[in-house]
């Protein structure tokens, strides 16, 4: 009996051990992150504006910032999912044709799932390379402070439109430890053309503003913890 009850406690020991030995395994897929940075956003077309808007019709974009937040399961040493979020933000500089009193923004604040590639980390390097890419949506915002001007017609206020987006991204991460890792990113992020409807616009041919997607190009810094 005596003897049985010591089997029985080493068995409940190994498995304990082991248990324990699987959490460790798994306690580092989880991550959450942030990145933040400068973006810059190519000019845009104007493709109406409330009524038709005369050809080569152009929005230019100051550059902006731009703030990102993840949160990822790695499935493999080399392969990831993720969800992010965040702002992509520039100051609208002029409209070709048109006039600008006071300050107008474009902003996207993207919805994403995200695959990410990763080199399986080797000996001690504590450096390690990844690529990625992500699609999902998100929402589209024009703002002004005073109004904008354009064919005749005159816009203020501030309206939202959902489009489809995408990104790619790459990136080298460096290890502070087996938590926590900082890193530099390059994103590409792109979306469809955004189409805004304002329901109080009087004496114009059309209630919408569209405009052609948006492309930008955006260096970040970028934080990582694993639980």
């Known amino acids: 009996m005596k003897k049985h009850g010591h089997s029985t406690a080493l068995v409940a020991m190994c498995a304990g051990a082991f248990c324990l030995a699987s959490a460790h395994a798994q306690s580092d897929r989880v991550y959450v992150g942030a990145n933040a940075g400068g973006v810059l956003t190519d ?3 104007v493709k109406e504006f409330f009524g038709p808007v005369s ?3 152009k929005v230019r974009l100051d550059p902006g ?3 990102g937040f993840v949160g990822g399961y790695k499935l493999t040493d080399w392969f990831a999912v993720e969800g992010e979020t965040g702002v992509t933000a520039n100051r609208i500089s002029s409209i070709r044709g048109g006039d600008i009193d006071g300050d107008a923004s474009l902003a996207n604040i993207p919805f994403l799932l995200n695959a ?3 080199l399986p980390r080797h000996g001690r390097c504590p450096v390690t390379p990844y690529i990625g890419g992500g699609v999902g949506g998100a929402a589209s ?3 002004t402070e005073n109004h904008i001007d354009l064919a005749g017609v005159r816009f203020s206020g501030d309206e939202a439109g959902v489009v489809f987006a995408y990104q790619a991204f790459a990136g080298l991460r ?3 430890n087996s938590r926590m890792d900082v890193g530099v990113e390059y994103h590409y992020f ?5 189409t805004w409807e304002v329901d109080d616009a009087v004496g114009t041919s059309s209630d919408q503003m569209r405009f052609r997607g948006v492309q ?3 260096i970040s810094v970028a934080f990582n913890y694993h639980f």
């Open 65 to 67: 910032v731009r703030v």
């Open 55 to 57: 050809a080569g019709t």
């Open 141 to 143: 915002l024009i703002s």
């Open 43 to 45: 000019s845009t077309r």
């Open 216 to 218: 930008s190009h955006a």
């Open 174 to 176: 460096y290890d502070i």
């Open 116 to 118: 990410r590639l990763q």
């Open 190 to 194: 792109a979306t469809t053309g955004p």
